[in-house]
């Protein structure tokens, strides 16, 4: 699978932004697929998966309630609506993709599939 993130700007605290990660190659629909960040010199961190039928979303604390991920699997794209933006999430937000949902949500590496990061900067 191939992903390929975008979306990502410059917002202002309180702003929303709704990024989107599409796929090709491997069937889509066959994947669990999640969020991560990296902030500069932080440690990249699980924000947001969702189950292969769609019917279960797992989130990280910080963003419960603020961000929500969803996928659409006839255009082989998975989304996360990001609403309430705070300074600190900016990051680095990456998409991936594994047959594990468990992996998904408590991994932060090892997953079959990574795409490139997009960049989400929030001023105050």
């Known amino acids: 699978v191939q992903l390929q993130a975008s979306g990502g700007g410059l917002v202002q605290a309180g702003g929303s932004l709704r990024l989107s990660c599409a796929a090709s190659?491997?069937?889509?629909?066959?994947?669990?697929l999640g969020w991560f960040r990296q902030a500069p010199g932080k440690e990249r961190e699980f924000v947001a998966a969702?189950?292969?039928?769609?019917?279960?979303?797992y989130y990280a604390d910080s963003v419960k309630g603020r961000f929500t991920i969803s996928r659409d699997n006839a255009k082989s794209t998975v989304y996360l609506q990001m609403n309430s933006l705070k300074p600190e999430d900016t990051a680095v937000y990456y998409c991936?993709?594994?047959?594990?949902?468990?992996?998904?949500?408590?991994?932060?590496?090892?997953?079959?599939?990574w795409g490139e990061g997009t960049q989400v900067t929030v001023s105050s």
């Open positions: 190659g491997r069937t889509f629909s066959n994947y669990a």
């Open positions: 991936a993709a594994d047959s594990s949902l468990i992996t998904i949500v408590t991994m932060t590496h090892g997953m079959a599939y």
């Open positions: 969702i189950s292969v039928s769609g019917g279960s979303t």
